[in-house]
């Protein structure tokens, strides 16, 4: 059964930093690239950050580029999303996907459940 499982989000004040997780099962982990995506309230869902299944390259939209970086552990079947300098206009739902396998000719995408991250003083 596959799963993607996030965690690590709540409540935090403008400037401050947090990292959520996203923990994977089921399938293999490392043939993926992982993307963290977010949607706020009445807004539409936005690509955050994406990591190839190495790890050895990610990008980031402007909105984001600077204050969060992607990460991953292939041992750990877990990827990561450290922001730093939050702002109120980072509040949003964040999910993880994953998408691969590498090299296929077809691709398969999961979908976490989302944790809730909310920037206010």
């Known amino acids: 059964q596959v799963q993607l499982v996030e965690s690590g989000g709540g409540l935090v004040q403008p400037g401050e930093s947090l990292r959520i997780s996203c923990t994977a099962s089921?399938?293999?982990?490392?043939?993926?690239?992982m993307r963290w995506y977010r949607q706020a309230p009445g807004k539409e869902r936005e690509l955050v950050a994406r990591?190839?299944?190495?790890?050895?390259?990610?990008t980031y939209p402007d909105s984001v580029k600077g204050r969060f970086t992607i990460s991953r552990d292939n041992a750990k079947n877990t990827v990561y999303l450290q922001m730093n300098s939050l702002k109120p206009e980072d509040t949003a739902v964040y999910s993880c996907?994953?998408?691969?396998?590498?090299?296929?000719?077809?691709?398969?995408?999961?979908w976490g459940q989302g944790t809730q991250v909310t920037v206010s003083s």
């Open positions: 996907n994953a998408r691969g396998p590498v090299g296929a000719s077809y691709y398969l995408d999961y």
């Open positions: 990591i190839t299944s190495t790890g050895d390259s990610t």
């Open positions: 089921g399938f293999t982990f490392s043939s993926y690239a």
